[in-house]
């Protein structure tokens, strides 16, 4: 469904992605991790028309989107959520999300429905009418959940959607962006809640420096020495083993 | 909804009637100005409540109506009503223009504020300087009373036209509100990116949103020439129908149907006010509603209109509604 | 056209009178530097400390020129107490917010000047008024020469404030990082009042320095507001020496453009150019923060 080929990026001297290469089948929940810095935002902004990427190319559904204009790329059915939540504040949540509908539907009777219904599946039904700057941090992120799946979207882009979330909560958003999955839309997300990632995901690449060191099923992925070096520093994962006796490392 | 209609066509037959009703020249001429600047500041409104672009410039749209009217009547002798396209023709070029190149360009809040500032005073300086508009003494269109020629003997003509005007901004302003259209305005109004990342072309909206704000304000130039007989650039280009415009929606309520209306009516009972009790002295009524601006942005940032629904909120009547500026 | 006989004098004239939009937009960059807010009400301030100047020179015959304390620690007071009382309460913090809010002062200064002050124009008869100065390219008139020079030592004089004085030392702090600041211990609304205060004290300096060479009536603001954002926006927002670089080079430019053009399109061309500034190259010439 997505296929990201030798995507490039740097900002000044500084190389934020260096050639990635990752490919997300349709049906999968995909999860990219890796250490803060390593430039998963930046490969999102780029997969989602945000950032003009140095080299490389983005297909989706076999039609080459790089470089393609943001609100282009969400008509053709690839939403991205932001990591830094962005509701619109002055509009109540069914306003929010009905801007998500209005994608694919024209009449306001009708996107202003479909909000409603969008806003049940994600725990939002109650607050509806509520203007969104009044929402907790949780509540946002469910928020911008609910704006990307009122799109009828065929890929997701997830940007630490569970950052900041307590356990509970967390556990909520897993429900829910399963039953996302469930309901046909595939699923690409950023995380670093590792507990999300291992029992979401079907997949896993691991960005580090701004390229792929790793790719691979979670538990696969959780005992790869290269990715627990990524994490905790140069000769980590000997260290580890070292110490419990060749015991497999997990994830952090 | 049901309540709002039976408000809305009382009021409605009100106004209709009032011309029969008030008999004093003073009043109907006042209710008529009013009615102008609800009209002028619902052309604002579009551009700085729904789309969030803050100009301070609207007298460009405004001012080219007003000459193109002007002209064309007194160059080609085409009928005053015809007229009228052309000029609303005018503002909504001058809307589109001035919108590519600041939107194009990524120019927003203040900059954005102060460059259709700047684009106001370039047109005021060449109308001042240009031959075709007659330089610092300004036009005179050729009296010739009669509906067809979109002058009135009586106070009452122009009245019902104004009138007719405001129902038009309002029912554009209603429109907006609830089209797919004026959601997406707002969602480029609140938040930019999100908007752009939910499907939204953010450039193209704006643009549409200019280019009507321009058209509704070249049309007002038009009537305005028409009820004065006189354009000339201070009254074109000048300060006093940038501020106007803003001042009305601000005060009332921006991004809200009827916020400039009753921002309208509010500032001109004020204005009339002072004036009759200070005996015509000259700026005082600017003053009070320099003050009033303040106060509004300070305790009603909502306006009155929002002021009105946070009270209604509060004591229970009507239905949860979004703020509009948040 | 091209002589020098002509065109010296027009660059002469035109960077003195640069030098003094230079002090008007210094006030207004230090304004955004710090506040980050853009004052609409600068113009106005500008008008009303014109004002002050001739009611000093009026009834107490007080020469511009010595007025200049006055008239500094005066808009200085104006200025502290507006952001203080007004500016900050109003505007929530908004961009916008603060914009509208400066509009809603300059228009009620401008009126009360109207109405206190009738529209008529007002200027000062010094009695050294038109002495010309010999400065051999070309002859400048006295109270030309002396703005210029001012305006150079009061420019000098607040740069050393800003970058030598612990004062400056804490607004800088707040101009570049306000939570950073404040967790130092430095109190930002109080900096915010002071800058702001400071800004419109620069207008009561130039003030004392125009009056003698223009006139002032109520609009007058207006015809100054625009240049000055031109001059900033120019040199960079918030760059100290770009706004004073733009002073000169719009002064000149102004001057080139009433020469080659006529008085009311050289006007257009300080318009065009602030345009075309913002459109194409919004921080300024000396890449100063945008």
Redesign the interface.
Known sequence: MLRVSGLSKSFGGLRAVDGVSLQVDEGRIVALIGPNGAGKTTLFAMISGFLRPDGGTVAFLGVDITGLARHRICDLGLVRTFQLVQPFAGLTVRENIAIGAHVRLARRRDALARAAEVAQRVHLARQLDEPAARLTVAGRKRLELARALATQPKLLLLDEVMAGLTPTETEEVVQIVRAIRDSGVTVLLIEHVMQAVMRLSEQVYVLSDGQIIAEGRPADIAADPKVIEAYLGRGAAARMAAAAGTEPARGR | MGRNAVVGALALGLALAVPLIVQSGFWLNLLTLMLFFGYLGGSWNILGGYAGQFSFGHAAFFGTGAYVTAILQLSLGLNPWVTMLFAAAGGASVGLVTGFLSFRYGLRGSYFALITLAFSEVLRVLATTAKITNGGQGLVIPLRTGLGNFQFAGKAGYYYVALAMTLISLAAAWCIEHSRFGARLMAVRENEDAAEALGVNAFGHKLAAITISGMMAGAGGTFYVQMFFYVDPAIAYGPAMSVESLLVSIIGGMGTVAGPLLGSIVLHLVGDLTRKVLANAPGISLVLYGVLLILILRYLPNGLIGGARALAGRVGLGTARSGSTG | MLELTILAPALINGAMTGAVYALIALGLTLVFGVLH??NFAHGSLLMVAMYGVFFLNRHLGLDPYLAIPIMTAAMFALGFGLQKS?IS????GR???????T??????I??????LW??DTRNVQLPYGFAVVNLGVALVSRTRLIAFVAAVVLSALLWLLIDRTDLGKAIRAVAREKQGARVVGIDVEHIYAMSFGIGVACLGAAACLLLPIYYVN?QVG?VFV?VA?TIVVLGGMGSFVGAFAGGIIIGIAESLGGLFL?E??G??GI??I??AI???R?TGLFRARA
């Open positions: 807010i853009i007004v309460r109003a505007s929530h961009d916008e917010m603060i914009l509208l809010v509009l809603g002062i300059s228009l009620i401008e009126n009360l000047a109207l109405y009738s529209a109520p207006n625009l954002f006529g009311s399109l006007q257009i318009f065009l602030f345009i913002l459109l194409f919004p």
